[in-house]
């Protein structure tokens, strides 16, 4: 019973965190929308394997640091950067490249354009370190109640939790814009703003932590 409950928490955490819009699952939705529910997957599949590292990583740092918080604050500092770029590119770049880019994937053919999805999914969570800081804070807090999160088998069913619970939202989210045709036309014009909008704001938040 034990175990269950580290897989429950990875699971709740990561439903949680991925409920709202955010890179990766309007990422997802773009995908889907633009190219199908099979690239879409193959992406997810990629983003999914680094978000397990991820949480990996996550759990390791605070089994170094415990209550510290200046490892925290430097990768807040870290996504900061990443997520501002992000967002210039998004909004400014990104659609003046997307006619350019659907080209050459049509060129190179479907089998390779949901090869580039899966390592596109791999990359886009690799710049998303956002969560990294969300689950050391979680494993910490875990550890605070006796929850010893840093035993080998519970790290891995908390990682395996938190695959479990970003992949349902994932699915969840292209699932939904895939099948609402209202809101097909909308996304499929402003997705990449949308995008812009969600690392921007994530930016801000970010910033806003830093300053207090």
């Known amino acids: 019973m034990e175990y269950l409950y580290f897989l429950l928490f990875g699971f709740v955490a990561a439903v949680i965190g991925v409920s ?23 992406y997810m599949l990629g983003a999914l394997i680094t978000i397990f590292v991820q949480t990996y990583i996550a759990i390791f740092f605070a089994k170094m640091i415990e209550s510290s918080v200046v490892i925290s604050e430097t990768l807040q500092e870290i996504g900061l950067v990443i997520f501002t770029a992000l967002t210039v590119y998004f909004v400014f770049f990104a659609k003046k490249k997307e006619n350019k880019e659907n080209q050459a994937e049509l060129v190179g053919g479907s089998t390779i354009a949901i090869k580039n999805r899966f390592f596109y999914g791999i990359f886009l969570a690799a710049l998303n370190v956002f969560p990294i800081p969300y689950y050391v804070f979680l494993s910490i807090t875990l550890a605070s109640y006796d929850f010893n999160v840093f035993y080998a088998l519970h790290t891995f069913l908390l990682s395996i939790g938190v695959v479990l619970g970003s992949a349902l939202m994932l699915y969840l989210y292209v699932l939904f814009f895939k099948n609402s045709d209202k809101e097909e036309h909308f996304l499929l014009k402003n997705i990449n703003y949308c995008i812009g909008v969600v690392t921007g704001i994530i930016a801000l938040i970010t910033l806003y932590k830093l300053l207090k």
Do not use: D
Not at 24 to 40: F, W
């Open 20 to 42: 709202l819009p955010g890179l990766l699952n309007m990422t997802a939705v773009k995908i889907a929308l633009k190219e199908g529910k099979e690239s879409a997957y193959t």
